[in-house]
Nanobody, 120 residues
Framework: QVHVEESGGGSVQSGGSLRLSCAAS????????MGWFRQAPGKERDRVVG???????DFADSVKGRFAVSKDNVKNILYLQMENLKVEDTAMYYC??????????????WGQGTQVTVSS
């Protein structure tokens, strides 16, 4: 059993910052990939960033230079620092994890999501 839980969402004005946290627990391998996805109303869920056990990251082009990710490998906590937020960043943000092969297809383990709302 794997449990994933996000926290840290909220409402900010354009140009503001937010930090999301994701805690994963249960039967998780230290080699698992973790990452953040987001889904805006009426749109598909897209990957924002993925990170592997070595710390290699893969950001979506839309957030490069504005978002940063860090991971506590001991506690399996993933952080997403979001800077210079834009209205188009408004979405439900989900944390997910799985072995990296499955992660790249579609992770099996998801959190419930945390809402990020950016106003102009």
């Amino acid at each position: 059993q794997v449990h994933v839980e996000e926290s840290g969402g909220g409402s900010v004005q354009s140009g503001g910052s937010l930090r999301l946290s994701c805690a994963a627990s249960g039967h998780i391998s230290s080699t698992y990939c973790m990452g953040w996805f987001r889904q805006a109303p009426g749109k598909e869920r897209d990957r924002v960033v993925g990170i592997d056990a070595d710390g290699t990251t893969d950001f979506a082009d839309s957030v490069k230079g504005r978002f940063a990710v860090s991971k506590d490998n001991v506690k399996n906590i993933l952080y997403l620092q979001m800077e210079n937020l834009k209205v188009e960043d408004t979405a439900m943000y989900y944390c997910a994890t799985d072995n990296c092969i499955q992660f790249l297809r579609r992770p099996n383990y998801w959190g419930q999501g945390t809402q990020v709302t950016v106003s102009s």
